[in-house]
């Protein structure tokens, strides 16, 4: 089969040899029955035995079957079958099993069975038939070879260049090599029929990408082991690439060896085995789900061991305090949860408090305490100031039951009696017991919940769960008796800021301490009058949470796909989509005494189908809960097991606790709630009880409370809590950015290093935050400005100059936990090198223009000579490294380029940015320039602007790194606008994540408009100066410029980009230099400034301070920003703000943003 996506993603063809279509599955059918004609009929007579987890067994299987039929008797088998193979594939192997077959699973895995195997051919004299390594068995597999040649031949499709075998056994890819011959002219994998010329390791993301790849182009399903092969296709396509500038004429052949022959437990291609710790009567019932003995984590751990589980997914909180996934992490086995230290957030009530204060993320206040008087006085206390109530809370683990609502004196003195024991201060009834005391807050509860690999996160829809024992929160609290999802609590923009504010920063402050982890993170909030506030947090999948949820996952989401990618650091905000408009419902069923006390006996349970009709598919278990489903209504199994004795009918008894869970789905609440209800009466145990009124609260009574709430909240909006932010840079560009920082809500001071004068010292005032100079760091070194900045609780930094953000400085702060709006190193290279630039547009089809890339003067010039014997012909030359904005010549000669080249290349004018160059076609039409924020995945542009680069009026002279611009230019169209951001920035955007170096940060992208679309000029990874100083001024001063960034780093732009407004006017910067740049010129020249008019800023670049004296202190001093309803309004007042400037010698452009009135 031949795929045009792999062709395309490769840049060769691609050509697959589909052995997972065999009737067994798998290639091993061809060796097996090899094996099998080479066999003697003595042989055949004394029986075969072998060991296998699947493929092989059945290729022996139905090999042995045509075999028999030919010979007109049975040949009898033994095979031995690893326990940990999973359950279609063992009951694939007794589907083909007639008498005298014999199937023996061993619990001790695939090398015990082999040994089993191999001691039973001896002492029962019977055939061994291995799975690999056996010269039979390798001719019959080298027919795959043959048959592909044939194959090829027959389609006229020629000789392949190079063959892609995956290598287990070695059977397979041994046989290929007996019987293929390559092209002596290509790079092959095999030099010759016994050896192996190179191989190519790939990772296990490599893997699943390529099974998915697989899944999405043919529709069908190939093992890991399979896609091994197609995974390695695109190194070896590259290495063709790279030796012989391979094209698509270039033919490689890839070997699927091997197909999932059956998806009974979910379409999911990556799950082969999921054990279950300890499991229930349901999660036994599940295809390809296991139970296991449950003792301790240790147990769990040697179990998953040997079974090779290869990803843990922890849902119990005292596992993940007991320290089980730095345990599992010891000895490699990926973990979903956090480690012990990170598990603190949920397991100790005081750290998360205290984590709380540390990010800005709003909580009750609290005391924390170890002793009885402490605690009593502090009670009493809050009571005395007219406080009604107080919250006493267990600091550990306690279910949710170590929770106590105090209202009198005399309550407070029983409840800490009964805590405490009553005992003096210090000497508490168990070490180290605390007690938390915190603030009722009245309000309406729910929570929201996101899986995250440690940086970006997906959110799960809000839910709501119902935690006391009886109906209308009364009683004692519980694990949870019910719940609902979505809850009608959170609106749409509630839930939005709550993801951005609460989730964003909780995330990002786990990164600073070193914290983070792949995992699952849930926030209790309650919506008060004064705005939502952050209860506790639960990380991991909660219980009845979880069951509500499960079902509203869109079908064709592989949720062990988003776990993996969760995992190996692949989440994005759309990793999870859920159902719309679907709600579901679910009702625990308890025992009597629960949660006081737990039952003695155990009880038998009776479970009858739901009166719903069926449901179409069955969903994966979750350790202590599983299913028996119909279409709208789920029985979750909770605490149930089969009796040790089986009697003649299958008996479900239970021990107490919380039993089972139902669960409604519908279209909406009401009717999800009496599905769940309806599907109660299906379930029936001694002393059952459950709360009645799940779902009802918020139909009733609740729903006016809450939409008054939400319109409270609504109209104060939650914003990412104030924190400081750093600017590093010293142009105008960084001031800029200081000053529109400043006026963002979550901002509360601006730092900015090194800076210049007109950031040295700008205090608060009106609502903005303050500005001044970045002090106390050791050096200018990267680590020393981290460690400063993380010292400080510096919440943000912003990095301006292109040489800092290609150096990699994102990964100095990110190492210490600072979030910071610049793209990493591997990212930056769009700029770094221009070379690296071109390459990677043409590899991903990005227009640009036609060009040559040289690091050799003589062969650059030579070029030069060619490309100009067309009269008309003209050409850019470019320095392949940062030049300040400057490294870009625009000869207009042959005998000019020469002299340019001579000048970059043998000279040094651009230092070592010039030891290479790109030489590149003059493109036609109109250039602007486009500011777009990306965290990766998601991007926004700002107004587009148009730069005004030489030095003179009319374009004339050397270039600068900028003399003006205005923006938004009014050529423009919207149409123009989407063009660029289909044929340019998504495709830049996605290839970088493809590569492995996703973009977050701001992308400036120089677009050249031509006749025949807009294409590329050059990328630059990082603000424009002096398109900044305008930008900002077109930023609505609503707009948290701040949060904006902050989205960036964190994968949530998405949620945010609604928010960010832009003015609909026009805005102007002109640029005034000293007098002899961008050559020589001459510094500490004193300047003066006046007040400018209204909507005119004047931003420093350029200056410095001393002795109270404005100086200058560069070649580009001061850029004079306005802000106009029209382009000429802005202009004009643009030009009125450059009159309040003086100093010796400044020189500015006169005709800056006339070519844009000129388009009007």
Request: proline letters at 5%; glycine letters at 8%; hydrophobic letters at 40%.
């Amino acid at each position: 089969m031949v795929s045009r996506t792999c062709n395309h993603l490769a840049g060769v063809t691609i050509i697959l040899k589909c052995e997972n279509l065999q009737l067994s599955g798998s290639f091993k059918y061809r060796g097996a029955l090899n094996k099998l004609l080479r066999l003697s009929p003595e042989q055949l007579d004394r029986g075969l035995v072998t060991y296998s987890t699947g493929n092989h067994a059945l290729a022996l299987l139905m090999a042995t079957e045509q075999m028999s039929k030919v010979r007109g008797q049975t040949i009898p088998i033994q095979i031995y079958v690893p326990s940990s193979a999973s359950n279609d594939k063992i009951s694939a192997i007794k589907s083909y099993c007639t008498s005298p077959t014999t199937v023996v699973l061993q619990e001790n895995g695939l090398d015990w069975c082999a040994k089993e195997a191999m001691e039973t051919c001896k002492s029962m004299r019977m055939t061994f038939v291995p799975p690999a390594n056996d010269s039979d068995i390798i001719l019959g597999q080298a027919t795959a070879a043959a048959e592909f040649q044939d194959q090829l031949a027959a389609d006229h499709l020629g000789e392949l260049d190079a063959i892609v075998v995956p290598c287990g056994g070695g059977s397979l890819l041994s046989g290929y090599g007996q019987r293929t011959t390559l092209s002596p002219t290509s790079w092959a994998i095999l030099r010759d029929q016994t050896n192996l010329q190179d191989s190519v390791v790939v990772t296990e993301a490599q893997i699943r990408k390529s099974m998915s790849l697989y899944h999405g182009e043919f529709g069908g399903i190939i093992e890991p082991s399979s896609a091994v092969a197609m995974a390695a296709c695109f190194e070896v396509a590259q290495r063709q690439v790279a030796i012989h500038n391979a094209t698509t004429a270039t033919k490689i052949g890839v070997i699927l060896s091997g197909g999932e022959y059956s998806i009974l437990a979910g379409w999911s291609p990556l799950v082969e085995l999921i054990v279950v710790c300890p499991g229930n009567v349901a999660t036994e019932e599940l295809t390809k789900t296991k139970n296991c003995k449950y003792e301790s984590v240790e147990q769990a751990l040697s179990v998953s061991k040997s079974r090779n589980i290869n990803l843990a997914v922890f849902t119990n909180e005292a596992d993940l305090a007991a320290g089980a996934v730095d345990l599992f992490s010891q000895e490699g086995i990926p973990c979903i949860g956090p480690p012990k230290k990170a598990s603190l957030l949920e397991t100790s009530k005081v750290f998360a408090k205290r984590f709380m204060s540390k990010n800005n993320i709003p909580t009750a206040t609290y005391g924390h305490f170890s002793c009885y008087e402490e605690s009593l006085l502090f009670i009493e206390d809050q009571l005395a100031q007219g406080r009604r109530k107080v919250v006493l809370k267990h600091t550990g683990i306690g279910a949710r039951q170590g929770v106590f609502v105090i209202e009198t004196l005399e309550e407070a003195k029983q409840t800490l009696v009964a805590e405490f024991g009553g005992q003096p201060c210090g000497t508490s009834r168990q070490p180290d017991f605390d007690i938390l005391i915190e603030e009722f807050l009245e309000g309406r509860e729910f929570t929201i919940m996101a899986l995250t690999d440690g940086r970006n996160f997906t959110m799960f829809p809000p839910y709501l769960d119902f935690k006391t024992r009886k109906e209308n929160n009364q009683g004692p609290m519980t694990g949870g008796m019910g719940c609902v999802c979505p809850t009608i609590r959170c609106t749409e923009s509630m839930f939005q800021a709550l993801a951005q504010g609460f989730m964003a920063r909780t995330i990002a402050g786990l990164g600073k301490e070193g914290l983070d982890f792949p995992g699952f993170i849930a926030i209790d909030v309650i919506l008060t009058h004064d705005g939502p506030i952050a209860i506790e947090y639960d990380l991991r999948l909660g219980d009845p949470e979880t069951q509500a949820s499960m079902p509203l996952i869109q079908p064709d989401l592989d949720l062990a796909k988003v776990l993996a990618q969760c995992h190996s650091d692949q989440i994005s905000l759309s990793s999870l989509l859920f159902q719309k408009d679907r709600f579901a419902a679910v009702v625990v069923a308890v025992t009597k005494k629960y949660p006081l006390e737990s039952e003695t006996q155990p009880l038998h349970v009776n479970l009858t189908t739901p009166t719903q009709k069926g449901m179409s598919s069955g969903l994966t278990g979750y350790f202590d809960i599983a299913i028996d489903s119909s279409e709208d209504t789920i029985i979750y199994h909770s605490h149930t097991f089969h009796p040790s004795v089986q009697p003649s009918q299958p008996v479900v008894q239970a021990r107490g606790g919380r039993v089972l869970s139902v669960c409604g789905i519908g279209n909406n609440l009401d009717v999800a709630a009496q599905r769940a209800y309806s599907g109660m009466e299906a379930v029936k145990f001694e002393g059952m009880e459950y709360r009645t009124d799940i779902g009802c609260v918020l139909l009733a009574l609740d729903l006016t409370q809450t939409a008054a709430l939400a319109d409270a909240c609504e109209r104060r909006p939650y914003q990412c809590p104030a924190h400081p932010v750093l600017v590093i840079g010293k142009g105008a560009r960084e001031h800029a950015l200081a000053w529109q920082l400043s006026r963002a809500r979550s901002v509360k001071h601006v730092f900015v290093f090194p800076g210049n004068a007109g950031t040295h010292e700008v205090a608060a005032s009106n609502g903005t935050a303050g500005i001044s100079a970045f002090e106390g760091a050791s050096s200018s070194e990267y680590h020393d400005l981290a460690k400063r900045a993380k010292d400080i609780g510096i919440g943000l930094v912003v990095v301006g100059p292109d040489d800092d953000v290609v150096n990699g400085i994102e990964e100095s702060f990110r190492k210490v936990g600072v979030s910071c709006f610049a793209p990493s190193r591997e990212a930056a290279e769009l700029e770094g090198s221009k070379v690296f630039a071109k390459e990677f547009m043409n590899k991903f089809g990005i227009p640009t223009a036609h060009h040559g890339s040289f690091d050799n003067l003589e062969a650059a010039s030579a070029y030069v000579r060619h490309v100009f014997t067309d009269k008309d012909h003209r050409i850019v030359i470019k320095a392949d490294g940062l030049a300040a904005g400057k490294g870009v010549v625009l000869p207009e000669t042959p005998e000019e380029a020469l002299e340019d080249l001579r000048s970059i290349m043998s000279d040094g004018k651009f230092s070592t940015a010039g030891s290479s160059v790109v030489i590149e076609e003059y493109m036609d039409g109109y250039e602007i320039s486009i500011l777009t924020f990306s965290d990766g995945k998601t991007f926004f542009s700002l107004p587009p602007g148009q730069d005004h680069k030489r030095i003179l009026e009319g374009n004339k002279g050397p270039n600068t790194g900028g003399m003006g611009v205005y923006s938004p230019v009014p050529m423009v169209t919207p149409d123009v606008l989407q063009k660029i951001d289909e044929v340019i920035l998504k495709p830049t955007f996605d290839a970088l994540a493809k590569e492995g170096r996703p973009f977050c940060g701001l992308l400036f992208t120089g677009v050249m408009v031509t006749k025949s679309g807009p294409k590329v000029i050059e990328y630059n990874v990082r603000f424009g100066d002096p398109e900044t100083q305008s930008s900002m001024l077109l930023v609505h001063e609503d707009t948290d410029l701040a949060s904006v960034m902050l989205s960036c780093t964190n994968g949530t732009l998405a949620q945010v980009k609604n928010s960010i407004r832009i003015k609909s006017g026009f805005a102007c910067n002109v640029v005034i230099a000293s007098g002899g740049y961008p050559g020589d010129y001459k510094t500490g020249k004193v300047a003066t400034l006046s007040s400018p008019p209204e909507g005119v800023v004047i931003f420093h670049a350029g200056t410095r301070k001393e002795d109270r004296l404005l100086k200058t202190a560069g070649g580009r001093v001061f850029s004079v920003a306005a802000y106009g309803d029209t382009l000429e309004e802005a202009r004009r007042k643009a030009y009125m703000g450059v009159d309040c400037v003086s100093f010796e010698d400044m020189v500015y452009r006169k005709d800056i943003a006339l070519g844009g009135l000129a388009m009007y």
